[in-house]
C-alpha cells in the first residue's frame, strides 16, 4: 500500500533504551491526551457521539514536532498515538456510567467526592487490560489478517503526505477543508442536515435514509466493497425486511418488537463472531507450539532466546491481569464477578478489535452489555455494580480500537511498535485520570443527565435500558452459533451484525463510499492511492471540525 520507512534511521530519537521513543513525544503526548480527552467526554454526552480524533492528533502532532525543531515520521507516530488514547478511555466512560444518573442511581451531580476513586480504579483496569490485549492482538490483526483499520490508514496517508508535500499533499488537504467546511455548515450553522430521510417511507415503518457525512463515505472508500456490501446487507435486512415486512405479516406484534429482534440478532452474531475469534485463536496457538516443538532441535539458540522474550512477556501479562483484578475487586465487584469480567474482555476485546479493523466503528458500550449480561448468567450484579461493569468493559474495548488503529499507522509507515506500547499507557494513564474527572464536572456544570439537561447521552441511556437483560434468549443463542460458523468459514458476520444493529442512515453512508470505491477501482483501477489520501481528507476533516466544536462548545459551556 506504502512505503515502509527504515526503523533504524540515523535521524530517529531514542529514550529509556527504547528506538523512536522520544522524552518531548511524551510530553507533548500526554499534555494532548489531556485536552482531547476532556473535549472527547464533552461531545459524547452533548452530541452522544465520538469522531475519531486520530486525523486530528496526527496533524497537531506533526504540526508541534516540526515547531520544536526536526522531527520523523514514526515521532510523529508516537506523539500521535499518545495523544488520541484518552479520547476512547472518554468514550467507555460516557457511553455507560451516566446511566446512573439517568436511572437515579446517582442521584445527586455533586457525588464525585463519594465515587470518584470507584470510577477511577475502573477506568484503569479498562486501560490496562485493553493495552494488554491489543498488543497481543496486533500480529494477528494487523500482520496477518491484514484488516483495513480505514481510521489508522487515513492517520498514515495524513503523516506522510502532509511530510512530503507535492500533489498529493493538495488532494489531502483540500479534500479536508472541503469536509471541515461541510461538517461546520452542517454541525454548527445547522445550514446542511445532518440526515436525508422520508416522513412517508417512515410513516410506513420504513426507517431508512442517508447520513450526511463525508467521513462516512472516506470509511466506506477505505474499507473497501466487500466489507461496506456486508455491512449493508445488515441494513437491508433488519430496515427493509425485519421491521416493515415482519409488522406488516404480524410476525412481530409491534415495530418496537421487530427492532428488539434485529437488535437481538445482531448482537448475538458479533457476539458469536467474539467466540469464533477466541476459537481460531485457540486453534492458532496450538498449531504454532506444534510447529515450535517440530522444529525446537534445529536452532537451539533462537530457541532459548524465543524463551527468555515470551517469559518477560507471560510475567508482565500475569502482573497487568493480576493489577486489573485487584482494582475491579476494590471498586466492590465480588471475585468471582471480578473473574469473569477479565475473562469477558478477553473476548469482547477480540470483537471490537475485529469490528474497528473491518469497519472503523466500535460500538463500545454494545460490547459491554453484551459481556455483562454474560456474568449476570453466573453471579448476581447490583445495578451500580452492573454499570461499573458494563465501564470497564466498553474502556477496554475503545482502547482496543483506538490502539490498533494506531498500529496500523505505524506498521505502514514502520514504526517500532514498543515505543507505541510505551506512548499509549502514557497518554491512556493521562485520559483515565481526565476522564474520571471530565464526567463529573460536565455533568455537575449542566446538573445532570438527560435531554432536558441538555446531556442526552444516548448510549448511556441504551445501556440502562439494557442492564435488565436482553431480548429473546432462543434468537440471540441462535444467532450467536451462526456467527461462530459464520466466521470460521471466514465470512465478515460481525459486519453483517453492525449493519443489522446501526441505523440505516449510517450503513447507506457507508456503503456510498464503497459503491464509489467499485465504480473507480474499475474505471481507474491505478487510482486507489489517491482515493485513499482523498478518503482520509474526508476523515480527517469531520474528525477535526467535529473536536474543534467541541473543544469551543466545551470553553463557551454552550
Same mark, same amino acid.
Given at each position: ?59 497537531? @502532532? ?31 466512560? *460516557? ?10 442511581? %446517582? ?9 470518584? %476513586? ?16 491489543? %498488543? ?36 489531502? $488537504?483540500?479534500?479536508? *477543508?472541503?469536509?471541515?467546511? $461541510? ?7 445547522? %445550514? ?55 409488522? *406488516? ?50 536452532? @537451539? ?123 499509549? $499507557? ?100 491505478? @487510482? ?31
Amino acid at each position: 500500500m506504502s512505503k515502509v520507512f527504515d526503523n533504524v534511521s540515523n535521524n530517529e530519537r531514542s529514550f529509556a533504551g527504547i528506538p523512536q521513543l522520544s522524552l518531548r513525544s511524551q510530553i507533548i503526548g500526554a499534555l494532548g491526551s489531556a485536552i482531547i480527552t476532556a473535549s472527547s467526554m464533552y461531545v459524547a454526552l452533548r452530541m452522544s457521539a465520538l469522531p475519531w480524533p486520530t486525523i486530528f492528533v496526527s496533524i497537531l @502532532s506533526m504540526s508541534l514536532l516540526k515547531l520544536f525543531g526536526k522531527t520523523t515520521l514514526n515521532e510523529i507516530n508516537v506523539t500521535q498515538t499518545s495523544m488520541s488514547s484518552g479520547a476512547m478511555v472518554a468514550g467507555g466512560l *460516557a457511553f455507560t456510567l451516566p446511566g446512573l444518573w439517568i436511572t437515579g442511581i %446517582w442521584d445527586k451531580v455533586d457525588v464525585m467526592g463519594q465515587y470518584f %476513586w470507584k470510577v477511577l480504579l475502573i477506568t484503569m483496569a479498562g486501560m490496562i487490560l485493553g493495552t494488554l490485549l491489543t %498488543w497481543f492482538l496486533r500480529p494477528r490483526f494487523i500482520e496477518r489478517e491484514k484488516l483495513p483499520y480505514p481510521i489508522g490508514v487515513a492517520a498514515a496517508e495524513t503523516i506522510r503526505t502532509g511530510d512530503e508535500g507535492g500533489r498529493k499533499s493538495i488532494v489531502l $488537504f483540500g479534500t479536508m *477543508a472541503f469536509s471541515a467546511v $461541510f461538517t461546520a455548515l452542517r454541525d454548527s450553522l445547522g %445550514w446542511i442536515p445532518s440526515a436525508i430521510s422520508s416522513k412517508w417511507l417512515y410513516a410506513r415503518n420504513f426507517q431508512v435514509g442517508i447520513w450526511v457525512s463525508p467521513m462516512a463515505a472516506g470509511i466506506g472508500y477505505i474499507i473497501g466493497t466487500l466489507y461496506t456490501g456486508v455491512w449493508f446487507l445488515g441494513a437491508l435486512l433488519s430496515y427493509i425486511l425485519i421491521i416493515p415486512v415482519g409488522t *406488516a405479516l404480524k410476525i412481530f406484534p409491534s415495530v418496537d418488537a421487530a427492532a428488539e429482534f434485529k437488535n437481538t440478532v445482531g448482537i448475538g452474531l458479533m457476539v458469536g463472531t467474539g467466540i469464533g475469534i477466541l476459537i481460531s485463536y485457540i486453534i492458532s496457538l496450538f498449531k504454532k507450539r506444534t510447529v515450535s516443538t517440530d522444529g525446537e532441535s534445529s536452532n @537451539s539458540s533462537q530457541s532459548i532466546n524465543k524463551g527468555k522474550k515470551i517469559s518477560t512477556g507471560k510475567l508482565l501479562s500475569v502482573l497487568a491481569v493480576a493489577v486489573t483484578y485487584v482494582l475491579t475487586v476494590l471498586c466492590g465487584l465480588s471475585p468471582v464477578a471480578s473473574a469473569l469480567l477479565i475473562a469477558g474482555v478477553f473476548v469482547a476485546s477480540a470483537m471490537s478489535a475485529t469490528i474497528t479493523g473491518q469497519t472503523g466503528i466500535n460500538p463500545m458500550e454494545i460490547f459491554g452489555i453484551i459481556v455483562l449480561l454474560a456474568i449476570r448468567l453466573f453471579v448476581d450484579l447490583d445495578a451500580t455494580d452492573a454499570f461499573f461493569t458494563a465501564a470497564c468493559v466498553a474502556v477496554a474495548c475503545g482502547y482496543a480500537g483506538d490502539m490498533l488503529n494506531d498500529y496500523k499507522t505505524g506498521h505502514i509507515i514502520g514504526t517500532n511498535p514498543v515505543a507505541q506500547l510505551v506512548s499509549q $499507557f502514557v497518554g491512556g494513564f493521562v485520559g483515565t485520570v481526565v476522564a474520571a474527572v471530565s464526567m463529573f464536572a460536565v455533568v455537575g456544570q449542566f446538573g445532570g443527565v438527560g435531554i432536558e439537561y441538555g446531556l442526552p447521552a444516548g448510549q448511556a441511556f441504551i445501556v440502562s435500558q439494557m442492564v435488565n437483560g436482553i431480548g429473546n434468549p432462543v434468537v440471540f443463542v441462535t444467532a450467536a452459533l451462526a456467527g461462530v460458523i459464520l466466521y470460521l468459514l471466514k465470512v465478515p458476520v460481525m459486519t453483517l451484525g453492525i449493519g443489522m444493529y446501526l441505523p440505516f442512515e449510517i450503513s447507506s453512508a457507508v456503503f456510498l463510499g464503497g459503491l464509489i470505491r467499485l465504480v473507480t477501482d474499475k474505471v481507474r483501477p491505478n @487510482s486507489v492511492d489517491t482515493g485513499n489520501i482523498a478518503s482520509s481528507g474526508l476523515l480527517g476533516g469531520e474528525g477535526i471540525t467535529g473536536v474543534g466544536i467541541a473543544i469551543i462548545n466545551m470553553l463557551l459551556l454552550k
